[in-house]
């Protein structure tokens, strides 16, 4: 059945593609090999073979949820040791799936993101304090670290009460390092051979083990602040005032009265401790890089937030969804480097793909977001530019549906995108606001992949602005 779809020359892997560039960043690999093959095409790594797509039409039919679902695979289904039928590594068969979104979505309605914004506004106030103190003594930041700082720090005070202490240290707190490396190593075990796992990856296991049980302590320490009273934090995630974790350890499903099991709750907070931030840091490094490079862009978003917040001190919840500029910039940013790059689509039942496909119950496809995002059929010959633009209503509906996928799609999309899009549009705008972006000169955009994407090595000097802000 796989006879049909182009592939690139096989040959005997070297070591050299075990331990080379291609490893590190196989995304961006395959972005060329998309380039060259079309948009339906299969790679093998190491006797797996991976059927890619990213044609808009193919992506469209394995967006149609009666013939497709989520498939649990390669870097995915390598975290379940880590997360196990949390909501993101769950089979979709597995009862918990249903049980925990059931719960937890009321978590990410209106009302909820209301309670979060000012703990959000906070946790920015704590960047924006460290930065100043920065400014003084002239020191560029490190973007992605910075915004994986004030990610963290966001969904661990709004959804759990947590406070990581984050801005206070230096390095990025253990369990950065350690989600980092379980991130990694997931990603890792994607490309090594499994014979030449025990020679290749021997160290890396031990410390994917060690970094694992860090994760599971961090999450009973999170665990038992709650059940004494709470973390301090006052607002939506005042330790039991219905943020995730009171969810979690308190709420039973609506109509069958089901609670989540102990276990099954360890498994969803660090599936929302890492879910939760490390994807919206990187849109959020993202976006800054394209402010930075572009000043007329940078001065429209800036005129929007001076417009709409006026002399506000400080936003309201209601004036961040009227950014609209603002939000154009993450989704442009979110459509040329989706940081969740890829999703993995199964056959529920035997069908064919594009007609010439056939697909058994089972089979699976990955979706190349990153590719499907920059497709000259949906989105013109100047597809590689960065341009706003693109979002606006017009524009957007003269596209055809299912040719931006940043969040995923169907009953497994991203049950945090509203959350992800308020905290990176308030940050955005707060930054504008306060600062001029001073880009190195001399940087040129390199990606990192650790499942996820981050421009590597991006740093920014920031001056107070005159004038608001
Ligand atoms: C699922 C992307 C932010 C929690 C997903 C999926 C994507 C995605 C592509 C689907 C994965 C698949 O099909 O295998 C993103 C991006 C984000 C972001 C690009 C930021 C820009 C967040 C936030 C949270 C979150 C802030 C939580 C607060 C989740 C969870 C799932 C998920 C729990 C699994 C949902 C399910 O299967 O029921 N995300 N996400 N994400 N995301 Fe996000």
């Not at 560029?140 to 963290?152: I, Q």
């Not at 990581?164 to 990025?172: I, T, V």
């Not at 496809?365 to 606006?392: N, S, T």
Request: with cysteine; glycine share 10%.
């Amino acid at each position: 059945e796989l006879h049909r779809i182009p592939h690139p020359p096989y040959r005997v892997p070297l070591l050299g593609d075990v331990l080379g560039a291609g490893v590190r960043t196989p995304v961006q690999d395959s972005m060329r090999v998309a380039r060259r093959l079309g948009p339906v095409f299969r790679r093998k790594g190491f006797g797996k073979e991976i059927v890619f797509v990213w044609g808009a039409e193919q992506v469209a039919e394995l967006s149609d949820e009666s013939r497709f679902a989520k498939h649990v695979g390669l870097g995915v289904a390598n975290l379940r040791p880590v997360a196990r039928d949390g909501l993101f590594t769950a089979y979709n068969h597995e009862p918990n799936w249903q049980l925990a979104h059931d719960v937890l979505a009321p978590g990410f309605s209106r009302s909820a993101m209301q309670g979060y914004h000012p703990l959000m506004l906070d946790v920015a106030r704590g960047l924006m304090e460290r930065w100043d103190a920065g400014e003084a003594a002239g020191d560029p930041v490190d973007v992605p670290g910075d915004m994986t700082k004030l990610t963290l720090e966001t969904i661990a005070r709004t959804g759990f009460g947590y406070d990581f202490g984050s801005f206070e240290r230096s390095r990025p707190h253990p369990f950065v390092t350690a989600m980092v490396g379980t991130l990694s190593f997931a990603q890792r075990r994607n490309v090594v051979p499994p014979p030449l796992t025990p020679l290749l990856l021997r160290g890396a296991t031990k410390r994917n083990a060690a970094d694992t049980a860090y994760l599971n302590r961090t999450v009973d320490e999170v665990i038992a602040r709650r059940r004494e009273g709470g973390g301090g934090d006052e607002g939506a995630g005042a330790g039991g005032t219905g943020d995730l974790l009171d969810r979690m350890l308190e709420t039973a499903h609506p109509e069958t009265g089901e609670r989540l099991t102990s276990d099954n709750i360890r498994r969803q907070i660090i599936t929302f401790l890492i879910a939760g931030h490390e994807t919206t840091s990187g849109a959020l490094s993202f976006a800054l890089y394209y402010l930075a490079r572009n000043p007329q862009i940078l001065a429209r978003a800036r005129e929007e937030v001076d417009r709409v917040w006026g002399a506000a001190p400080e936003p309201a919840y209601e004036q961040v969804a009227k950014l609209r500029y603002v939000r154009r910039v993450l989704d442009e940013s979110l459509r040329l480097w989706p940081t969740a790059p890829a999703f993995a689509r199964e056959a529920v039942r035997d069908t064919t793909l594009g007609g010439e496909h056939p697909m058994r119950r089972g089979a699976w496809a990955l979706v190349l977001g990153l590719m499907l995002h920059r497709d000259p059929a949906a989105w013109g010959q100047d597809a590689e530019e960065f341009d706003p633009d693109r979002f606006e209503p017009a524009a957007v509906r003269a596209r055809p549906a299912h040719v931006y996928k940043p969040f995923g799609t169907g009953a497994r999309a991203c049950i945090g995108r509203q959350f992800a899009l308020h905290e990176a549009t308030l940050v955005l705008g707060l930054l504008l606001r306060r600062y001029d972006l001073h880009a190195e000169p001399g940087y040129r955009l390199r990606v990192a992949e650790r499942l996820t994407l981050m421009p590597e090595g991006f740093t920014l000097r920031l001056t107070r602005r005159s004038g608001p802000g």
